[in-house]
């Protein structure tokens, strides 16, 4: 199982960016992918996951509202479109998967997923 995310960068307070995580290896089993973020001298806390194919998903407070899951299984893609950022989105985001369903309840939480792609950063500042 590979997992990669891409596309983070700078971008000004309000702005718009989307990431990507390209996946291989995953079988059925392989339930939720999910978007996962760490700032400076934080836990890594679950943004938004989503489910095999893309009929459940689930965002954090934070990010209710402005982002947005999707995937494309034809492309072995997720996609997380972030919008109206503010400089506390500021951290490194990174994509991860898990076998099985986890409960409603248990979805964001980063210490239950088992394979990670490495690290995009998003820095929100003007």
């Known amino acids: 199982v590979q997992l990669q995310a891409s596309g983070g960068g700078l971008v000004q307070p309000g702005g718009s960016l989307r990431l990507s995580c390209a996946f291989s290896g995953l079988t059925s089993d392989y339930y939720h992918i999910g978007w996962f973020r760490q700032a400076p001298g934080k836990e890594r806390e679950g943004v938004s996951v989503i489910s095999r194919r893309g009929g459940e998903t689930r965002y954090a407070d934070s990010a209710k509202g402005r982002f947005t899951i999707s995937r494309d299984n034809a492309k072995s893609t997720v996609y997380l479109q972030m919008t109206d950022l503010k400089p506390e989105d500021t951290a490194v985001y990174y994509c991860?998967?898990?076998?099985?369903?986890?409960?409603?309840?248990?979805?964001?939480?980063?210490?239950?997923?088992?394979?990670w792609g490495q690290g995009t950063l998003v820095t929100v500042s003007s």
């Open positions: 991860a998967t898990r076998m099985n369903r986890l409960i409603l309840s248990a979805q964001l939480t980063a210490a239950l997923y088992t394979n």
